[in-house]
């Protein structure tokens, strides 16, 4: 990897240090209760809100109210896009005049942006109104990331709260979410990403005589106002097909630093929140260190391998030594301006987390790099995740790595004073195994199925490796995917479908009543015999734990599709 | 949950209203004022005809024209309509078909010697299909066909080629990249 390379993780690694603790204190405050900054400019949009809607700011809820209120916005807000989706031939704002999407492919669609996943089964350029894009799919990648927040905040309250069932208010923390959180980086992101090239019209595609003679159509679209919100809340959906490889969504390389930037600041933040709203910054700093190792690591990984020269492109006559004069490496799919190094710093943080916007072709990547995005979705997007949604998913991971502790000892584990007990723990356990168990399920009856054994473009064990990475991305509302595999079928559409609502309700509704349950409870003071979970040692076996759960589930999978292939191409065997 | 059914379409509705008309709405206005020309798509003309964007990239084929990677966008390559990649799998025996294919005609074209490895850029398809951009080492190779082709000479191309080469931003950000719209342009201009 060359110095350039390294330098650019290490700007990003300052960055974040630097903003990161700050979102975090500001986040803390803005879930905390009282007086927060800004109040002034955002509570009169937030009462006004709060009139309109019938909503009593200051009632709290219980954990069941709490999780009824997100299965209704939720219900109620997906049938509505599925109705925008089905009918944009009919509404306004849509210049090139697209038909609405067929029943499958709007109820695929329409649930993975609902979800926070943004897997895309259409081409955005051909196929999705202007309308549809900012009113329905990025209103969505707003609101879908708030939830995320008020879940993980919920989790986070159950833990600080005592002999109570009340967790606050989703209306409010959905709310202020939008108005203090989003909504501010969106306005300041949009408005950099079109001094940077980014389009933000309501032109219909123009069509351009080349100078060579032929035509070319050029999109247009209200872009900018949805690319910032698409990476900052970990959506992933872009406008156009290729995603951020797409000139008119990311430019330049400098835009597509600020990409990455925008897409780990959140999460990477939560933690630091969660550290003062706890009382006990080290709590935060744990999971905060675990998920900064299990993202670099992995990010540099995918650097490395996509850098090294492709065994395949090298026997075509292929140069792709890094010199002065080029940057080398795995070109196939990769955007000149970013080359590989840049490809696989983003491929480390779409990954990581729930994001799923794509500067390269995954499909493309090396067999190594190729395993490594997998493995990075299927850690379950906590390295460190999307916006609330990697906190809460880094916590279970506690709870578990408390319970294993607890066992090797045998004493009842706690966490932050509460006692982790059987009713908890039969939560953590539904929420670790729902996921594996769509991924493998679904993965395994489309391998099975001639019918959805026709979607797969490349053969040999890179074609597992497009399927099991389709319900991978899907289960853990992810989004990217190894693009060749053809996913608008009427199996792939439903079952896929069903993977990511399985993949957001199986974890959100396990993890609010694990809030509820430990928001009752009384702590108990800290003894000699408790665990100390804001230590270094909580660190390594915190980290261990995500790892040899998430490696123990999906080992053999990752042994018949990427392993299998690396070694056949390295060794033609 | 049926209580909380009238607040969730309530909620709805009033956040489409700021998050999905007014925000956007709004960004276009502040876009369209601020940076007119990069909001509409950095288009650029040539004798009061819009011949493209300088951050799409489109065909070349003429020997006087410096020439764009391979594209899958589209069946014929830089479909703007039909962005993408080529999805080909790393150890996809068709990938190794056609960049050896590739490579072949890219020696050919440019007077190469059979056997001389060639930039990976110039034989491997880019990710959005539409990519604006080739590696100096690509242009520094096309630059004597192109000076042939043209009666320039390989120093006065190669000139050109550094007038529209983007460096690194920030020194350490992505790679530096020839812009071949801009660059062939200039080249009409200059002969």
Known sequence: MSAAAWAQVAIVVVALAVAAPLLGRYLARVYGGGAAPGDRIFGPVERLIYRVCGIDPEGEQHWKVYAYSLLAFSFVSLLILYAQVRLQGHLPLNPDHFKGMPPVLAFNTAVSFLTNTNWQNYAGESTAAQLTQMAGFAFHNFVSAAAGAAVGVALVRGLIRRRTGNLGNFWVDLTRTCTRVLLPIAIVGALFFVSQGVVQNFHAARTVTTVEGATQTLPGGPVASQEVIKEAGQNGGGPYNANSSHPFENPNPLSNGVQIFLILLIPFSFPFAYGRMVGDRKQGYVVVATMFVLWLGTSLAIMAFETAPSPVLAQAGASQAATATQSGGNMEGKEVRFGAASCGLFAGSTTGTSTGAVNCAHDSLTPLAGGTVLLNIMFGEVDPGGTGSGLYGMLVFALLAVFIAGLMVGRTPEYLGKKIQAAEMKLVVVYILAVPLAILTFSAASVLLKAALGSIFNPGPHGLSEVVYAFTSQANNNGSAFAGLNGNTTWYNITGGIAMLIGRFFLMIPVLAIAGSLARKQPVPPSAGTFPTGSKLFFGLLLGVVILVVGLTYFPVLALGPIVEHLVGHFHV | ?191
């Open chain 2, 1 to 191: 949950m049926r209580r909380q059914l009238l607040p969730a379409l309530r909620m709805t509705i009033a956040l489409i209203v700021l998050l999905g008309l007014a925000y956007p709405l709004a960004m276009t206005g502040v876009a369209q004022t601020l940076f007119r020309t990069k909001a509409d798509g950095s288009l650029i003309s040539r004798n009061g005809a819009v011949v493209g964007s300088s951050l799409i990239g489109q065909a070349f084929a003429a020997p006087q024209y410096f020439h764009p990677r391979p594209s899958a966008a589209g069946t014929n390559g830089y479909d703007a309509t039909a962005s993408g990649a080529s999805n080909l799998g790393p150890t996809n025996p068709t990938l190794e078909q056609t960049v050896a294919d590739r490579a072949k005609a890219y020696r050919t074209e440019n007077g190469l010697p059979a056997g001389t490895p060639v930039p990976v850029d110039a034989v491997t398809a880019s990710a959005s299909g539409l990519d604006p951009a080739i590696s100096v080492a690509n242009a520094d190779l096309q630059a004597p066909r192109v000076a042939r082709a043209r009666t320039m000479t390989v120093e006065q191309v190669l000139t050109l080629v550094k007038a529209h080469t983007a460096s690194r931003p920030l020194g350490i950000l992505g790679e530096p990249s020839v812009n071949v719209l801009e660059l062939n342009l200039a080249l009409d201009e200059a002969h």
